[in-house]
């Protein structure tokens, strides 16, 4: 075999090499994205006086978590967050797996100097949930947004919790806070999907899924996450 024949062959060996790693390794990714979103949900535990009020998480029909690392001043670009949701089932109260979705322009007012946060949205009638099940949708257009309240002393009856569908926080050196949140458009990740459970799903064949046979060790971690942080309330 001459030079350039055994480097085309050592070339084309190397190429499959790559095709047979890749898919493994955006597995990885969607599974480590999946398990920031936990440590974001496990960060409201921790702090009950300037966390989410529990009634809102209670009375929560989905939730969005983006865990993601921006930086900016005043007004923080929200540009190409990702990050996973889940629906509750109003019957039993038990959480959906987690669908994979990507956030895409708009913009986050937040504090001066922020360096890093993580964007939680709580989706808190059926409509939202309908506007979730849709492949794209525009926050502040097709879903009306607001600043959620915060803190142990926030009432359930607020104007923000009977007028918006969604609630919107950050969580920013360990204190969450609600927050503005418009413009941005909330896509489903179909790839994200299909890398983490091994076949192509969209959203609503995600929250369809059996949790036997068992779920993948990260989902299943998030599910109960979401169970003991927000609990069923009729």
Not at 26 to 54: G, H
Not at 141 to 166: H, L, Y
């Amino acid at each position: 075999m001459s030079h350039l024949a055994r480097f085309a062959h050592t070339v084309s060996a190397g190429s499959l090499v790559l095709v047979a790693l890749e898919p493994s390794a955006a597995a990885a990714q969607s599974a480590e994205r999946l398990r920031n979103a936990t440590a974001a949900l496990e960060a409201l535990v921790k702090t009950p006086d300037d966390a989410i009020p529990q009634h809102i998480l209670d009375r929560a029909e989905a939730i969005v978590v983006i865990p993601t690392l921006v930086k900016g001043g005043f007004i923080v670009g929200a540009e190409h967050g990702r990050g996973v949701m889940s629906v509750r089932d109003r019957t039993s109260g038990a959480w959906s797996p987690p669908a994979f979705v990507a956030m895409t322009g708009g913009s986050i007012g937040w504090q001066i100097g922020v360096q890093s946060t993580d964007l939680v949205l709580l989706v808190m009638n059926r409509d939202g949930v309908d506007d979730l099940l849709r492949t794209e949708f525009k926050l502040g257009a097709d879903a009306s947004v607001a600043a959620g309240p915060v803190g142990r002393s926030a009432q359930a009856g607020t104007d923000a919790t009977m007028n918006a569908k969604i609630l919107a926080y950050s969580r920013a050196r360990g204190l969450f806070a609600g927050l503005t949140v418009q413009g941005s458009t909330v896509r489903e990740d179909r790839d994200a999907n299909q890398e983490f459970y091994g076949r192509s799903l969209d959203t609503q064949a995600v929250f369809a899924l059996p949790a036997q046979p068992a779920l993948p060790p990260d989902a299943s971690t998030w599910r109960a996450a979401l169970t003991r942080i927000a609990p069923f309330s009729r």
